[in-house]
């Protein structure tokens, strides 16, 4: 019975030799064709974006080609220290952690690739400790008060500037003045710029590009950070003041509520005691005569 089935089974099975013989030819429709040059011009012109493409010198080349036409010119590249221009007309330094792009169209508009690029704040070393949240990361790293930070300063052959914090570069609020170019003195903390020392020369320049004249005077925007500075100072002082009130305020709450209660207790020890010693008490109007 076996058997039987075998051969059944092999009469029956369609061999490569048996499609050859019995099998159909593929219809013509399914055959590959050839692409005319005129078609191949048109799929890559639609490859690149650029639309019909005609043949060299007619206008509709020309025109369609000028139509798309940019340049793009990569500004400042990531990791770039540059100096910028924030609001008041004040100068910051700032590393870059994003690529500023400029896009020149064919119609003149100047596109830029982002308008908030991520970047990391640097402050001047003398003034860290005016800096609450610059002292806050500084002090765990060799900076714990205002000598220190003037012995490092005073180390440093140019103006030394140190990590302030993560902030966004707005280009609404803020310009590019131009790169450093001669950074110095660089260190690092977990493979990121910690700080770095300012050729004095290239910090004037860069005031001078800002104003747009002659150099402000350094003393100037001294006064104006040292204003600023007292103000976020004292407005810090404020703020843990309120917050030692406020706990000084809750800490009497407790140790009002835990007098009042060891009040309570003794009262109720009192009260325990005198009612034992009454009943302990002979009573003066017995007879115990008897």
Known sequence: MLLALFKQARQGRVTDKGKKKVGSKPAAAYA?????????IQLAADAVGLG??????????SSSHMATASETVVVYRAMSLVFVRGTGNRLFVAQL????????????????????????YF???????????AMAFWKNHGIANQAAADDRAAQSDGVHYS??????????????????????????????????????????????????????????????????REAETAATAAAAATREA?????AARRE?????E?????????????????????????????
């Not at 590959?32 to 191949?40: D, E, R, S």
């Not at 952690?97 to 990391?120: A, E, F, K």
């Not at 402050?123 to 949240?133: A, E, F, N």
């Not at 009002?256 to 009042?260: H, P």
């Open 256 to 260: 009002s509520g835990k007098r009042k």
């Open 163 to 228: 990590v302030y914090g993560r902030n966004a570069v707005s280009l609404a609020h803020s310009t590019i003045i131009s790169a450093i170019d001669r950074p110095s003195e660089k260190s690092y903390l977990w493979m990121n710029l910690a700080s770095f020392a300012i050729d004095e020369q290239e910090l004037v320049s860069a005031r001078e590009l800002m104003s747009g004249g002659p150099a402000q005077p350094m003393e100037d925007d001294a006064e104006a950070e040292a204003a600023e």
């Open 246 to 250: 406020r706990y000084a305020e809750l």
């Open 32 to 40: 590959p064709a050839l692409v005319p040059p005129a078609t191949a």
């Open 262 to 290: 060891v009040e309570k207790q003794a009262a109720k020890s009192s009260k325990k005691r005198r009612v034992q010693s009454d009943v302990s008490s002979p009573d003066p109007d017995s007879d115990d005569s008897d």
């Open 97 to 120: 952690l994003d690529p500023l792009i400029h896009t020149t169209l064919s119609s003149g508009v100047v596109q830029v690739n982002l308008q908030y690029l991520r970047g990391t």
């Open 52 to 61: 019909s493409l005609a043949p060299s010198g007619s206008s509709g080349a």
């Open 123 to 133: 402050v001047p070393t003398s003034d860290i400790p005016s800096w609450p949240i």
